[in-house]
């Protein structure tokens, strides 16, 4: 399969705690991207890394990046009730224009 | 507003039945796309089109076809060959090739695609 794998599938946290996760892939890219879905609805850029930087934040985001290992993470700090969703990773292969999904990791944040 | 429209929202459809999803977009977008989503999983590619007049197939592209007339408009039709068109289907698009290209999406609302 082309697609990324992302863990863990799903995580439970309390409002304030912060979540962490992860993504693998499998090829070289040019970026890597994260998205935020709502249950039936559709995506939400949350936040973009280049293959040359190693991280990037964005309010309560912090996005790691490390090209030697295939891997990003993904923390949200201080997590809040309205942050749960499904949140997924996907990279843009280099010389193409297709951006390649993960399988998504679902977050539940109890108030 | 400028965004991604998806119509319908919701669809039923019996065996051996075509169906074709709406997916317009106001945002002055080079590049559309299609992706399938299974409960549970991630974003599978259908069909892509960088410019009008022209698209290719993604990962899953059978029992699917697309057209792309107008810069706005990407309408996909899930055709009786497809073996298991339940799904929920996102259209997306994002501003095309280009140096400056990010490749960011931006999406539609979806549609949820329903056989009986």
């Known amino acids: 399969s082309q697609q990324g794998e992302e863990d863990p599938q799903a995580l439970s946290i309390q409002e304030g705690e912060n979540a962490t996760m992860n993504c693998s892939y499998k090829t070289s890219i040019n970026n890597l991207q994260w998205y935020r879905q709502n249950s039936g609805r559709g995506l939400v850029h949350l936040i973009l890394?280049?293959?040359?930087?190693r991280e990037k934040h964005s309010g309560r985001l912090r996005v790691t990046l490390d090209t030697s290992k295939k891997s990003s993470s993904l923390l949200i700090t201080a997590s809040r009730a309205a942050d749960t969703a499904s949140y997924f990773c996907?990279?843009?292969?280099?010389?193409?224009?297709?951006?390649?999904f993960g399988t998504g990791t679902r977050l539940q944040v109890f108030p | 507003d400028g965004g991604i429209t998806q119509s319908p929202k919701y669809l039923f459809r019996k065996e051996g039945q075509n169906v074709t999803l709406s997916c317009e977009q106001n945002l002055n977008h080079d590049a559309m796309y299609w992706y399938r989503q299974d409960p549970g999983q991630g974003l599978r590619l259908i069909y892509y089109s960088q410019i009008v007049n022209d698209f290719q197939k993604g990962d899953i592209a059978e029992g699917y076809s697309v057209s792309r007339e107008k810069k706005e408009s990407f309408p996909l039709t899930v055709t009786s060959a497809q073996k298991n068109p339940t799904a929920f289907y996102l259209c997306?698009?994002?501003?095309?090739?280009?140096?400056?290209?990010?490749?960011?999406?931006?999406f539609g609302e979806g549609s949820r695609l329903t056989v009986l």
């Open positions: 996907a990279t843009l292969w280099i010389n193409t224009d297709k951006l390649i």
């Open positions: 890394i280049r293959s040359n930087e």
């Open positions: 997306a698009s994002s501003p095309g090739q280009g140096r400056t290209n990010t490749g960011e999406l931006f």
